[in-house]
């Protein structure tokens, strides 16, 4: 299975990679604003600012392949456009343009700096459209993955609350002295082995995302102690108690159920499957 950390490297090295476009087109337009606007402007100080453009780009290269690789396992769709966007004539171009804006400044030509500077700028803006079109497909994938096995286990668990609710409405009339007592133990237990199945399978979710919340595994666990504690009463033929620990497990398994459905609404909103920045 995907681990869960590994789900939140990628989507940590995806925001980097949008999140130093961003700095980098904002930059980029202030400088090209300079250029602009001012004509008696320090030229070695605007080629200082794009040569520090220059080493951002390349860190931003660098986190790009960082990032459709980390991605790759989990969606291969948004891996490959942005291994595409990284190897683009596009990338290449902004790269030349903020290059050669900085030659230009060097040699005090403000004209042609802000020509380059300006299609330098206009690069990186499309750049960061298409990150952000890419880094939202990725979150649709990992969300919607994740949120398809939020659905298998809640489901699962709704067949084991019906089961423990058609037991607990059975067992309503039933006496110390009936004849059924074993045979209810023995539909008990067969529903605590189903939720101990349910259990391993909560766990191995739990190894893939943080939206397990530590209050979903409180309420399992607290259903399965009422499950036990009714077949030992069952057994020593205690029905009264017994009963209500069958109700306190069908009260833990709904309670379950909700906290998982809210957990699945919680990842969907946040855009992330990892719930690791939750």
Do not use: C, W
């Not at 230009?104 to 459209?129: C, I, K, R, W, Y």
């Not at 159920?257 to 855009?271: I, N, R, T, V, W």
């Amino acid at each position: 299975f995907i681990d869960m950390f590994e789900v939140a490297l990628a989507e940590q090295k995806m925001d980097e990679v949008v999140k130093r476009l961003e700095k980098m087109v904002e930059e980029q337009a202030s400088i090209v604003d300079e250029l602009k606007q001012d004509e008696n402007l320090d030229m070695t100080v605007m080629a200082s600012r794009e040569r520090r453009q220059e080493e951002s780009f390349k860190v931003l290269e660098q986190t790009m392949d960082e990032a459709a690789a980390a991605m790759e396992k989990l969606s291969q769709d948004a891996s490959q456009k942005l291994s595409a966007l990284a190897e683009s004539e596009l990338t290449e171009a902004t790269s030349a343009d903020l290059n050669e804006a900085r030659n230009e400044m060097q040699s005090q030509n403000q004209s042609s700096a802000s020509q380059a500077a300006g299609e330098a700028s206009s690069g990186l803006e499309e750049m960061l459209d298409i990150a952000q079109a890419i880094q939202s497909d990725f979150q649709e994938d990992t969300v919607d993955e994740m949120l398809r096995k939020f659905l298998g286990l809640i489901r699962n668990l709704l067949f084991i609350s019906q089961s423990q609710e058609e037991l607990v409405v059975e067992t309503q009339g039933l006496r110390s002295r009936s004849p059924r007592l074993l045979d209810t133990a023995v539909q008990q237990d067969r529903i605590l082995r189903e939720n101990q199945q349910f259990m391993v399978q909560l766990t191995e979710l739990s190894r893939q995302t943080f939206h397990i919340s530590p209050e979903i595994a409180s309420a399992i666990g607290k259903t399965k102690i009422a499950m036990d504690r009714a077949i030992a009463k069952l057994e020593q033929k205690q029905t009264s108690s017994a009963k209500t620990q069958m109700s306190k497990a069908l009260q833990g398994l709904n309670q379950t159920a909700y906290l998982l459905l809210e957990s699945a609404d919680q990842m969907q909103m946040s855009g992330s499957g990892s719930g690791f920045a939750q």
